[in-house]
């Protein structure tokens, strides 16, 4: 059974920065599974939303419009591990932010899509 899990959230200032990490374990990792991996976010009071992808190959990715330029996906198949640099942060980024895996590819990945959650992990930027 494959469980996602997340870390490197925190408190941190408008402006600064924070790295996502988030370990796939279990008896397939993403590259055997060909998940496409995914982070969503859900701010208190708001739907659970999309926020990055990247396919289970590394070579495509995808980004909500406002994080575009200041989040980065990657994934290091070797270590079954994906990441989610975020830069530049700003209140509004205020969220528990998912880890998700998924077989599903497309412009409007939902979390009707995703196969597998992780936990969440907070993150909390104050202005």
């Known amino acids: 059974q494959v469980q996602l899990i997340e870390s490197g959230g925190g408190l941190v200032q408008a402006g600064a920065s924070l790295r996502l990490s988030c370990v796939v374990s279990?008896?397939?990792?993403?590259?055997?599974?060909?998940?496409?991996m995914a982070w969503f976010r859900e701010a208190p009071g708001k739907e659970r939303e999309f926020v990055s992808a990247?396919?289970?190959?590394?070579?495509?990715?995808r980004y909500k419009d406002d994080v575009k330029g200041r989040f980065t996906i990657s994934r290091d198949n070797t270590k079954n591990t994906v990441f989610l640099q975020m830069n530049n942060l700003k209140p509004d980024d205020t969220a528990v932010y998912y880890c998700?895996?998924?077989?599903?590819?497309?412009?409007?990945?939902?979390?009707?899509?995703?196969?597998?959650w992780g936990q969440g992990t907070q993150v909390t930027v104050s202005s």
């Open positions: 998700a895996a998924t077989r599903a590819w497309g412009t409007d990945l939902g979390p009707s899509d995703i196969d597998i």
């Open positions: 990247v396919t289970w190959s590394g070579y495509s990715t």
């Open positions: 279990g008896r397939a990792g993403p590259s055997g599974s060909n998940y496409h």
